[in-house]
């Protein structure tokens, strides 16, 4: 079942959309996705609870509280305060990325299979693409050492995240154009799995002064 809303984005330095679904037969989804305000900029997380359905849906729940509550820590103390929280659940993967409109920058890191790449605006249609590199393990159950990466974002740029209900090579080829919106409603479509939760979400940097109030939409 796929999900449908829209709710405003923490800043209007940014706009962004989450595409879901939950696997075929499952009441609950274990894939989740947040942006928050965090420090001096914006907290982007999306988590992956292992396997599927209501457990996963736990564990996924409880990663999003914890990283909200804690949203102004530096990324590799938001890894380790979710691995002790997820203790007492089946674990999850998550990628996380802060970005911080007034140096212009993306720090992000990730553990286990969740997908994150940023793809660079370009006004000639050849856009280069930046992958996260993520460390195996589970969060909650098995924390490697978390190196957190930082590049210098433009407006135009976009961060997507998707987890391994959306299978990889999504990110080897060309990726849609068109409003956060439309490019994670084509991902999931294109590539999402029969056989697992799916998730998506596209961010797009605007820049500070970016616009008006943006509207999140989540499909």
């Not at 509550?69 to 993967?93: D, K, M, V």
């Not at 920058?105 to 553990?111: D, H």
């Not at 590049?151 to 135009?156: D, E, K, L, R, V």
Request: aromatic letters at 4%.
């Amino acid at each position: 079942m796929e999900n449908v809303a829209s709710r405003r984005a923490p800043s209007d330095a940014c706009e962004y959309a989450v595409a879901s679904r939950a696997m075929a037969g499952q009441r609950r989804s274990g894939d989740a996705a947040l942006v928050c305000a965090g420090g001096d900029g914006l907290l982007v997380a999306v988590v992956d609870g292992l396997g599927h359905g209501d457990e996963a849906a736990v564990a996924a729940g409880v990663a999003i509280r914890t990283l909200r509550e804690q949203a102004g820590q530096p990324i590799e103390s938001l890894f380790q305060r979710c691995h002790e929280t997820l203790q007492a659940t089946r674990g999850a993967a998550i990628a996380l990325a802060m970005l911080d409109a007034s140096r212009a920058t993306v720090t992000w890191s990730g553990v286990g299979n969740v997908e994150g790449i940023l793809v660079r605006s370009s006004q000639h249609g050849e856009r280069d693409k930046l992958y996260l590199t993520n460390r195996g393990g589970v969060v909650g159950y098995r924390l490697p050492l978390v190196h957190a990466s930082v590049f210098q974002i433009a407006a135009g740029d976009q961060l997507i995240f998707a987890t391994d209900g959306i299978d990889e090579c999504f990110t080897s080829g060309d990726i849609p154009h068109g409003p956060p919106d439309r490019v994670a409603r084509a991902i999931l479509d294109r590539h999402g799995k029969a056989t697992d939760d799916a998730l998506v979400l596209v961010l797009r940097w605007r820049g500070p002064g970016g616009g008006a109030a943006i509207r999140r939409r989540e499909q």
